[in-house]
């Protein structure tokens, strides 16, 4: 199979270069051919992207924007739709992840892009969205008006599929003229994406592009963060800091790096009845994208006094995993993977010589570990791929302690307890640098609007411009129809 | 379990739940009959399966509801391969579990219901039919009726469907109790909610999750599940059993 991937815009000119990126899963394979702009090209994109941003993209409402991403959307939560039919059928072979976990990973991801759950994230990050539109009366007295920049550049990582557009839709939603540039992981959806808006709206066609190029080649990488008012950027810490390095000190840098997410458990969830529901909602976490998302769960910290101890619990959630297993089997391992999970493994192993109380469950030839530990424990990343940690504690607070070292990383914490433990360990956990707090079952599905790294989506993004009221004041002397 | 030299007729075996019995028995060793409809393409992949898994295998596409389609099909075995020691009725009238779409009892008419015993029953009882005379000679054989844990507990009531596979159940009964002394067994398998087939690809994970929470072994059965008891029945290691539904769904049903 053979796919066109990226989106340039029509009135871009010259010959492209095009690169093949090869794709195989089983018997099957794709091949993802993305142009590969030379730096002329480049500059020639950026020109027409921040021109067509400022004349066209700005000419529309908000609303409108906002109606046409709903259609969007709404043809790939269609299943017999072909954009929908050619993600369910390229992403598997793709990503590696099973044709299930995809399927079920687009629809609950896609529905946070609806017309609702877009009106929502606009009002929850400006309060009214019409500022996006026109200078609106404030409060304080005198006028603003939210500024979209004319480039926002994204510079997105490949472990989760279609997560690309999460950050496209708010530079669309703040009218800003938007280059994204794919990873080699998932070359595919923010592209299919980007045409299919143009299906829609075709004026919109010189309003966007995305585009590929290898990881670390510095000319055209420069060559577009010199132009960009603000860079977006996702990967791992050490790609963000190289990133980082290279752009202008005056562009806005939002990078978005590696995450250490887990899940609190508090008695009340282990009683006979619950207890199967709980581990079934936490294997959940753990299954949904192998953990590569930076809400997926590296360990989970489980309170004793309940009817089922945190010991059986880790068994009941290796019998879980283990279903998952046989339900949404996980991808296959790149080699690199495969020894980071055997050395991971190895290493708990010959810990439980001198720990006698750990238990190590599963096998080598099992899909998932789960290590079950005792006595304080400090998170340890999970080398992740369906491994993770279940550690004993006596009180929920006690978590606060062990994750001190980890401020700067901590990112969601999904949590079963009763309503009054969750206000009370919310404040420590938010105290300690956790920015999301979810339903055990719910991590890797944030809320449409929610605040990413504690971070605002559109703010973020935009100026806002104030007409003073001494301005206002001033100007009324000057009125033609003054008395 | 060693199939060598067995001959295995699997009705409905071109995808699905048939295509990994046939593709189980093939990996024992065995000769297997695929046995088809619609797709020659499904088939021959199937057979490709089993030659590569250690077996061997043919197809034949044949219409089970057609009693000369029948006779045709296991008169092209028995010259090919001289014997049948097995036989699976697996196929089944197409049917899509949609337990949002399905009809309501007051929606059925007894048009749906008999389309489904000619599905089921009958194609059973011509393929039963066909195979009796060469198994008796032998004396002995072991037919293996595909149903569902639906006949035992209808956790949603797909009515024509469930009715006409609990009417094999019934025919499997009464045939073990005639055939015993032939030495042909007669044993029924009834899976639970098997996904991913064809037939269940609509059913939601609402419906996926309400019967699992409900399934002691935590999770809907596979096709891969559904193999093992069934050549189980086929085997030596249950010559004792005759007349018997395995239900095979995790526990949801326990009987």
């Known amino acids: 199979m053979k796919e066109v991937g990226g989106y340039l815009p029509p009135c871009l000119e010259g010959e492209l270069e095009y690169k093949t990126l090869t794709f195989q899963r089983n ?3 794709v091949e993802i051919q993305i142009p590969l702009l030379t730096r002329e090209q480049m500059d020639a994109l950026t020109d027409i992207v921040k021109r067509n941003s400022r004349f066209i993209l700005k000419s529309f409402t908000v609303n409108e924007i906002v109606s046409i991403i709903d259609k969007a959307i709404a043809i790939f939560l269609d299943r017999s739709s072909k954009y929908r039919q050619k993600a369910e059928k390229l992403l598997p072979i793709i990503t590696g992840y099973d044709e299930e976990i995809i399927r079920l990973g687009l629809t609950s991801y896609l529905k946070s892009f609806r017309k609702p759950q877009l009106q929502r994230f606009l009002v929850e990050d400006l309060g009214n969205p019409l500022l996006l539109d026109d200078f609106q009366p404030r409060p304080k007295g005198g006028f603003s ?10 510079v997105w990582a490949g472990n989760v599929p279609a997560l690309p557009i999460w950050s496209l839709i708010s530079g669309l939603l703040i009218k800003a003229g938007n280059i994204g540039k794919v990873s080699s992981g998932e070359p595919l959806f923010a592209g299919l994406f980007a045409q299919l808006l143009m299906e829609i709206e075709p004026k919109l066609a010189d309003c966007l592009a995305i585009v590929w190029w290898k990881g670390g080649d510095e000319e055209r990488e420069s060559c577009l963060l010199n132009k960009a008012d603000i860079v977006v950027g996702y990967g791992s810490n050490t790609s963000l800091a190289s990133l980082g390095s290279k752009i202008p000190l005056t562009t806005r840098f939002l990078p978005f ?47 004793r006094g309940g009817s089922v101890s945190p010991r059986e619990f880790a068994r009941y959630m290796a019998h879980e995993l283990e279903c998952f297993e046989k339900r949404y089997p996980r991808r296959g391992l790149s080699l690199e993977e495969k020894t980071a999970n055997a050395a991971w493994r190895n290493k708990e192993e010959l810990n439980i010589f001198s720990n006698s109380s750990k238990e190590v469950l599963g096998t080598t030839s099992n899909n998932w570990t789960v290590v079950y530990e005792e006595g304080s ?36 914490v999904g ?5 009054k433990e969750l206000f009370d360990i919310s404040d420590l956990l938010g105290k300690a640098g956790v920015t999301r707090i979810t339903g055990l079952g719910s991590m890797t599905s944030p809320e449409a609007g929610w605040h990413h790294d504690g971070r605002f989506n559109l703010l973020d993004l935009i100026n806002m411009v104030d007409i003073e009221c001494s301005a206002e004041e001033y100007a009324e002397r000057f009125a033609p129809y003054v008395d | 379990m060693d199939f060598k030299d067995k001959v295995i007729l699997v009705t409905g075996s071109s995808r699905g739940i048939g295509a990994e019995i046939a593709q189980s028995f093939a990996k024992e060793g065995a000769l297997v009959v695929v046995n088809y409809l619609q797709s020659d393409e499904a088939a021959e992949k199937v057979v490709i399966a ?13 219409d089970v509801m057609s009693e000369g389609a029948v006779r045709g099909m296991v008169e092209e075995i028995l010259s090919e391969a001289g014997k049948i020691d097995v036989v699976v009725n697996n196929a089944f009238k197409p049917y899509i579990f949609d337990p949002d779409k399905r ?14 015993i000619d599905g089921s029953l009958r194609s059973t009882h011509n393929v039963c039919q066909a195979v009796l005379q060469l198994m008796r000679k032998r004396n002995q054989g072991s037919i293996i009726n595909m149903v569902s844990n639906l006949v035992a507990r209808p956790i949603i009531p797909y009515h024509e469907y469930s009715t006409a596979k609990t009417a094999i159940v019934g025919y499997s009964r009464n045939l073990a109790t005639e055939l015993g002394q032939f030495g042909i067994r007669v044993n029924c398998v009834a899976p639970g909610l098997v996904y991913p087939t064809d037939a269940s690809r609509q059913t939601k994970e609402e419906v996926k999750e309400m019967i699992l929470s409900q399934t002691p072994l935590r999770r809907i059965a596979s096709p ?16 004792f059993m005759t007349g018997q539904t395995i239900y095979v769904d995790g526990g949801l049903v326990m009987k």
């Not at chain 1, 997410?261 to 709980?278: E, M, N, V, Y």
Request: proline residues 4%; charged residues 20%.
């Open chain 1, 257 to 303: 790096g590696h995450k250490i997410s887990f899940g609190i458990i508090s008695k009340a969830g282990l009683d006979s009845r619950k207890a199967w529901q709980t581990a079934h909602s936490a294997a959940l976490d753990v299954i949904r994208y192998d953990q590569q998302g930076c809400y997926s769960p590296h360990c989970f910290y489980v309170q």
């Open chain 1, 27 to 29: 018997q099957d394979t």
């Open chain 1, 377 to 412: 424990q400090e998170i340890n990343p999970s080398c992740l791929n369906r491994v993770v940690k279940v550690i004993a504690i006596d009180q929920l607070e006690q978590v606060i302690d062990f994750i001190g070292p980890y401020r700067s990383l901590l990112q969601t």
């Open chain 2, 50 to 62: 089993c030659k590569n898994s250690g077996g061997d295998a043919w197809s034949i596409k044949a």
């Open chain 1, 145 to 154: 008006k939210a500024m979209g920049p004319e480039l926002v550049v994204h």
């Open chain 1, 415 to 419: 949590i079963a307890s009763t309503p």
């Open chain 2, 224 to 239: 891969e599940d559904v193999a093992g008891p069934v050549l189980f029945l086929a085997s030596d290691w249950s010559r």
């Open chain 2, 103 to 116: 009809k309501l009892v007051w929606e059925l008419t007894w048009e749906d219901y008999q389309a489904h």
